[in-house]
DNA sequence: CGCTGACCCTGACGGC
DNA sequence: TGCCGTCAGGGTCAGC
């Protein structure tokens, strides 16, 4: 269930399969998704190329001469392309396209989403006019982007300033930086030794050095290892994630921790479980 | 601004 | 085997 590793692996996956190739044909389940299904734009779409493929915050932007489709894959959605024209929808199959490449080799992408919190937007080249396209598909993706260059200790340290919400909330909020969901703030925060409950605006500059670093660490090393699964999140190519084996102490509530051998605790903050060490972690 | 709870859904899992 | 409660990694919104 994606995070910022997931959306980003599959974002390259498609990228590789897809760029250049022309859309053919797109189904529907016709159940209702999170936003209703832009329908009339991706008509339009028929026959045009598909320019490219990317990520941000954790939308993957498939990007048309006219704008972008912007996919978002919620608790429990998955892209997958497979060679050849559309076999028969599978339950919780949403969205299928079928993709032609310029010597009529044809691809789909099957989007699957059991619990349908994901969603397909429609973003008009035109009525971006420049707009960041985060900003425009909502507060929640309009925050940095943790890979990003200008992502650091020193930016994390200035805009906490006077903050009083505890820092792993605060990590999650993606008005501030997207991307960070509940496994990777709880892991970073692990490896950067910060208590989860600590309030952002009293944490110091050399900490927030080193959680920027561990942050970004953890977020490529995810993505490396083909994103994370605790459940059932698989590629656009069918194979699982592995990165939940890695996990320190997600998960782990009551192990011991890799670090000191004292029991993993488990909280919940924001109503989201959190998984810490008390012994390691001020 | 910040925090809380409710809500959108289905599936997996543990206990009985 | 089956029923039931609980939980799940995301995000938005209303209300205080």
Redesign the pocket.
Known sequence: ???LP?VEVTARALQQAITGWSLRSVWVSGK?L?HPFPRGAIDQLRGVPLMGIGRR??YVLMEFPSGYLAV?L??SGSMLCAHGKAPPAK??DHVVMEFESPSSEVRTMIYHD????GSFQWCDRQALHGTEIGAV?????AGIEPLGQSFNGAWLFEHSRG????IK?WL?D?SVVVGV???YACEALFDAGIHPSRKAGSISRPRYERLAVDIKKILLQAIEGG???????QGPDGTA?RYGQLHRVYGRSGQPCPRCGRAIRRSIM????TFFCHGCQR
């Open positions: 269930m994606p995070e997931e209702k999170r915050a954790k978002h919620g608790m339950l919780h059991p619990r349908r919190f598909l909502g507060a929640g993706a903050r009083r919400t505890p909330q999650m993606g969901g509940n496994i994103g994370s699964t605790i459940q059932n999140f994630g924001g109503q989201r479980s």
